[in-house]
T-cell receptor, first 113, second 113 residues
Framework: DQQVKQNSPSLSVQEGRISILNCDYT??????FLWYKKYPAEGPTFLIS?????DKNEDGRFTVFLNKSAKHLSLHIVPSQPGDSAVYFCAASEIQGAQKLVFGQGTRLTINP | DVKVTQSSRYLVKRTGEKVFLECVQDMDHENMFWYRQDPGLGLRLIYF???????EKGDIPEGYSVSREKKERFSLILESASTNQTSMYLC????????????FGPGTRLLVL
């Protein structure tokens, strides 16, 4: 039973445009959400996070939006750059299991020049 | 900079062999994790540890065991490797502060023939 779902296995975006990656979750106990980025032959690296008390968090070109009623979050990258081409994983954790993360399947983002 | 290292980048083993995957972190982190990454399934937690000699099962512990004799080292053991354990194995560590980021190693790609 996949508690965190990324329904788009891949996404292709033109350089300079906005990339929007989506993530849905089913567990209402999740209260902290993260995005990780992974290049081939490397481990995932932390990108940005959001707590359930917020609906938006911004860090430079990256913004994460959280819609708790819809159990949906999204990552916006503006403007997209070729170096953003990677696999992006959404992850979530419960307050009780504070250090455990549940990951989505990942979305491969390709930025075309 | 946090550094998480894994003993091998690539490993080829035969069915039935005992396999050891080693992970070392240099940040004095209390928490350590083992995941496997498979296409279409994302990262799934195998085992984790909050302290030396302490371990807890993750979502898919069957066929695996772990050992944490020293704080900086967390080993994943495949007692009798099977072909369905062919995967990318990722180790991560984090501190004890609530919501602290997990830092990942580069991964070990294991092929079981």
């Amino acid at each position: 039973d996949q508690q965190v779902k990324q329904n788009s296995p891949s996404l292709s975006v033109q350089e300079g445009r906005i990339s929007i990656l989506n993530c849905d979750y089913t567990n209402s106990m999740f209260d902290y959400f993260l995005w990780y980025k992974k290049y081939p032959a490397e481990g995932p690296t932390f990108l940005i996070s959001i707590s359930s008390i917020k609906d938006k968090n911004e860090d430079g070109r990256f913004t994460v939006f959280l819609n708790k009623s819809a159990k949906h979050l999204s990552l916006h990258i503006v403007p997209s750059q070729p170096g953003d081409s990677a696999v992006y994983f959404c992850a979530a954790s419960e307050i009780q299991g504070a250090q455990k993360l549940v990951f989505g399947q990942g979305t491969r983002l390709t930025i075309n020049p | 900079d946090v550094k998480v290292t894994q003993s091998s980048r690539y490993l080829v083993k035969r069915t039935g062999e005992k396999v050891f995957l080693e992970c070392v972190q240099d940040m004095d982190h209390e928490n350590m994790f083992w995941y496997r990454q498979d296409p279409g399934l994302g990262l799934r937690l195998i085992y984790f540890s909050y302290d030396v000699k302490m371990k807890e099962k993750g979502d898919i512990p069957e066929g695996y065991s772990v050992s944490r004799e020293k704080k900086e080292r967390f080993s994943l053991i495949l007692e009798s490797a099977s072909t369905n354990q062919t995967s990318m194995y990722l180790c991560a560590s984090s501190g004890q502060v609530l919501r602290e980021t997990q830092y990942f190693g580069p991964g070990t790609r294991l092929l079981v023939l």
